[in-house]
């Protein structure tokens, strides 16, 4: 078969966690887990049909990630994925996949279902989607036929005029007893957080949806710890009708920026904060770093997040099994400082980095956000000067990358050849030395093409990690130089 008929281009989002696996740190920030227990007499050769079931009817679960001139795609994987004996550890090679895991531990009658999925091909509705078609299978029913998808097209000048004047890097925050700010995939403590009925109330009580309260009053949280701007990296999802039954990657992280006011009510800024996503719904479909210049690739938008999702429906049923699903399977690392995870119906969690927060200090957090969300669903109305205050906190911001030392005359064979490649990739007729790549629009995609044709054309293979610490022109030359003279053992100029 041609490789142009089972080569498809990944998607923005695909792209970046393809990057962002490249960048390093804790691989399992971008594992999906979800642990199914079964009771009773398991029939292994039907669940192990089930599991091929579902990933025929869900073909993105047997896909990898390849690389091609730069350009990252879809690729089948070098072994689909199949019922495999527990317990196992989870490693994913993007390259070659597969990028789903389906593990099987028993002792007796009780039985483990772990299912893991890397998040490039996964998101949170799918786990609804992958069990319930998975009972189905198991039953011997067959699986509906997928469904074509509907891409809607994304508007990137109007997500650009819309977020330019929004953006500011969110390079602060304070927290109980906060040491340091992590952009980065990292090992991962939790702590439970209870919400209801008090979320709840507060929502009915304001006319807001649960996660516009939510998003609200984890806002009002970090202004009570620190007033002035803040910033709160939210998942949306991006599916249409036609992506409701089918398993993928249909999220989008974007920020919400606020700027609360000590004399506002909160249930003003309640309505401040929903009028704002209503705004950033219409451009939910662009990632951030395609509208505004200036964002290098990082594992999180922001040192703190919200993931949020309803799940009311029961759990699907195995046949002749007693069967539970644990819809929160803890995956054990993040990708940022603090990231508050709901899902509705089910429960809600507070994970965090034991590097920059201890589990003493999260644990104050979680008890000012119960504090928090007990007042205002006793009082809506109150103003955020008179709200209960948090516990004192300490702020950080995060480390500025180190200054790269000034870079001396530039080869002008390779200033050429370099020039040449930043005006092809970025689609602009000059360059200048001294222009920062991220200044110029590049973001993770460019990089990679960068990467591709640097390598092609001069024989040297940058890091992602180059882009970062040197990001001007001239620095990068002066990177090739330098990786030229180490290939001949030679001195750069």
Not at 179 to 206: F, H, I
Not at 234 to 249: C, E, F, H, M, Y
């Amino acid at each position: 078969m041609s490789s142009s008929l089972i080569w498809e281009q990944a998607s923005p989002a695909q792209h970046g966690m393809w990057v962002t696996d490249r960048l390093g740190g804790d691989p399992r920030a971008h594992h999906m887990p979800l642990l199914i227990r079964l009771t009773g007499e398991l029939d292994r050769a039907a669940l192990a049909a089930a599991c091929a079931a579902v990933v025929e009817r869900h073909p993105l679960l047997g896909k990898a990630l390849a690389d091609r001139d730069g350009v990252v795609g879809l690729v089948p994987a070098a072994t689909p994925p199949a019922l495999e004996p527990g317990p196992a550890e989870v490693r994913f090679d993007l390259a070659t996949g597969p990028l789903t895991r389906f593990i099987l531990t028993s002792s007796g009658s009780e039985h483990e279902l772990l299912v893991v999925a890397h998040h490039a091909v996964f998101d949170g509705v799918s786990k609804d989607l992958l069990v319930r078609d998975l009972a189905l299978a198991y039953s011997g029913s067959p699986l509906s036929p997928p469904t074509a998808s509907e891409s809607e097209p994304a508007d990137i000048a109007a997500a650009t005029e819309f977020w330019r004047p929004r953006w500011r890097d969110p390079v602060d925050l304070a927290l109980p007893g906060l040491t340091a700010l992590s952009l980065r995939a990292t090992p991962a403590d939790a702590v439970d957080l209870k919400l209801d009925p008090e979320l709840g109330q507060l929502a009915e009580s304001l006319g807001v949806t649960r996660f516009e309260a939510l998003v609200s009053l984890l806002h009002t949280l970090l202004y009570g710890y620190r007033p002035g701007p803040q910033t709160v990296a939210v998942d949306l999802s991006t599916r249409t009708a036609a992506d409701q039954d089918t398993i993928g990657l249909f999220a989008n992280e974007l920020p919400v920026f606020t700027t609360p006011s000590s004399t506002d009510s909160f249930a003003q800024f309640a309505r401040n904060v929903r009028a704002e996503l209503r705004e950033i719904y219409r451009h939910r479909r662009v990632p951030l770093a395609r509208a505004v210049t200036g964002i290098t690739p990082r594992a999180a938008l922001a040192p703190v997040s919200l993931s949020y999702r309803k799940r009311s429906a029961p759990d699907p049923e195995f046949p002749g099994l007693a069967s539970s699903v644990e819809w929160m399977t803890a995956g054990g690392a993040l990708r940022n400082t603090l990231h508050v995870q709901v899902v509705d119906g089910v429960g809600a969690r507070l994970s965090f980095d034991p590097a920059c927060l201890s589990r003493a200090s999260a644990d104050l957090v979680a008890a000012d956000l119960a504090a928090l969300l007990a007042a205002l669903a006793a009082t809506p109305y109150k103003r955020l000067k008179d709200l209960p205050p948090p516990h004192p906190a300490e702020p950080a911001s995060l480390s500025a990358p180190a200054s790269a030392a000034p870079a001396g005359p530039a080869d002008e064979g390779i200033l050429a050849v370099m020039t040449a490649i930043w005006c092809e990739v970025l689609g602009v007729e000059e360059v200048h030395p001294d222009d920062d790549l991220f200044d110029l629009g590049g973001h993770s995609l460019t990089i990679t093409q960068i990467i591709a044709r640097v390598d092609k054309r001069l024989g040297v293979e940058l890091t992602l990690d180059t882009f970062f610490e040197t990001p001007t022109l001239a620095e990068l030359v002066s990177q090739v130089e330098a990786a030229r003279a180490d290939s001949r053992g030679t001195m750069p100029r």
